[in-house]
C-alpha cells in the first residue's frame, strides 16, 4: 500500500513553470509586507461596490457645476411686438361709435414692441446657494463612503490573506500526522500478520490512520477554500498577480 496523495502545497493558479510557482508561492506565505498592499491594489481596482460609489461620487460633483450655472437657467428673456391699422383693429360698424383718432376713411397705423426679462425671486433668497452647499455636501459623502468601503475591502484582504496562511500551516501539521498514521498502520498490519500484536491493536492503528485522513481532507478544504474566497475578492488569480512583484 502506498501512501495517497492529500494535496501538494502548491496549488494550481496557472500555467506557470513549477520552479516560478515555488518561489512565488513561498514568497506568497513569507513576505506579508510586500503582497498584502499588492492584494489590496488589486481588490480595490476590482471591485464592482468601488466603482458604483466613484460613479456616485462623479455624479454629485456634476450636479455641483450644474447648481451653480443654475443662475442662467433661471434667467428668462423674452420680446414681443404687434401691428395694425384701426380696421383691424376696430372694424368700422355703423351702430358702435367711431375712435377720436379716426379720420374719415383713414386709419392711422398702431403698433407696439417691448423686451423684457424675467428672473425666479428665488434667486434672490439663497435658492442657488442652498442647492450647490447640498451638492458639496453630497460630494462630501460620497467621498466618505468610498473611505469606508477601503477600509472595509482592506480589512477583508488582510483576514483572508491570514486565514490563507494559517490554513496552510494546519495543512502541513495533518499531513505529517498522517504521514505517522500512515508508518503506523503498516507496521502494525506487519506485526499483526507476524502475530505479534492482537487484531484490536491493529484495528486501533486503522482507525489513527482513517482519522488522520480525515483531518487532512478537511485541512484541504479549508485552505483552498480559503484561498478561492481570497482570489474573489481580488479580482483574479493570487500566484499571476504576485509573480511580476515576487520573481524579480
Known amino acids: 500500500m502506498t501512501l495517497p496523495f492529500i494535496l501538494s502545497l502548491?496549488?494550481?493558479?496557472?500555467?506557470?513553470?513549477?520552479v516560478q510557482i515555488g518561489k512565488t508561492q513561498m514568497?506568497?506565505?513569507?513576505?506579508?509586507?510586500v503582497v498584502i498592499p499588492i492584494l489590496i491594489r488589486a481588490a480595490l481596482k476590482n471591485a464592482p461596490q468601488m466603482a458604483v460609489l466613484v460613479i456616485e461620487k462623479q455624479t454629485a460633483e456634476n450636479g455641483l457645476e450644474l447648481a451653480k450655472k443654475e443662475f442662467l437657467r433661471e434667467v428668462n428673456l423674452h420680446t414681443g411686438y404687434n401691428y395694425g391699422n384701426i380696421n383691424t383693429i376696430m372694424?368700422?360698424?355703423?351702430?358702435?361709435?367711431?375712435?377720436?383718432?379716426y379720420s374719415g376713411s383713414q386709419?392711422?397705423?398702431s403698433y407696439y414692441a417691448g423686451i423684457g426679462i424675467g428672473v425666479s425671486l428665488e434667486q434672490f433668497f439663497g435658492g442657488r446657494k442652498l442647492r450647490t452647499d447640498k451638492q458639496r455636501l453630497a460630494i462630501q459623502q460620497s467621498e466618505a463612503e468610498i473611505k469606508e468601503g477601503?477600509?472595509?475591502i482592506k480589512n477583508q484582504v488582510i483576514s483572508l490573506y491570514q486565514n490563507v496562511k494559517l490554513a496552510r500551516v494546519t495543512v502541513q501539521h495533518t499531513q505529517d500526522a498522517l504521514q505517522t498514521a500512515y508508518v503506523n498502520k503498516?507496521?502494525?498490519?506487519?506485526q499483526f500478520k507476524e502475530g505479534s500484536i492482537q487484531v484490536s491493536q491493529q484495528m486501533t492503528a486503522d482507525q489513527l490512520y482513517t482519522n488522520a485522513l480525515l483531518s487532512a481532507e478537511e485541512a484541504k478544504?479549508?485552505?483552498q477554500t480559503n484561498l478561492y474566497f481570497l482570489e474573489a475578492l481580488v479580482g483574479i488569480?493570487?500566484?499571476?498577480l504576485l509573480s511580476p512583484y515576487l520573481n524579480k
Not at 27 to 33: G, I, L, Q, T, Y
Not at 91 to 101: E, G, K, L, T, V
Not at 186 to 190: G, H, L, P, R, V
Request: proline share 13%.
Open 10 to 18: 502548491v496549488i494550481c493558479f496557472s500555467q506557470t513553470t513549477p
Open 27 to 33: 514568497a506568497f506565505f513569507d513576505s506579508s509586507d
Open 91 to 101: 372694424p368700422h360698424n355703423d351702430n358702435q361709435p367711431i375712435p377720436a383718432y
Open 107 to 109: 386709419a392711422r397705423y
Open 150 to 152: 477601503e477600509r472595509l
Open 186 to 190: 503498516t507496521m502494525a498490519e506487519k
Open 221 to 223: 478544504n479549508k485552505y
Open 237 to 240: 488569480p493570487v500566484l499571476p
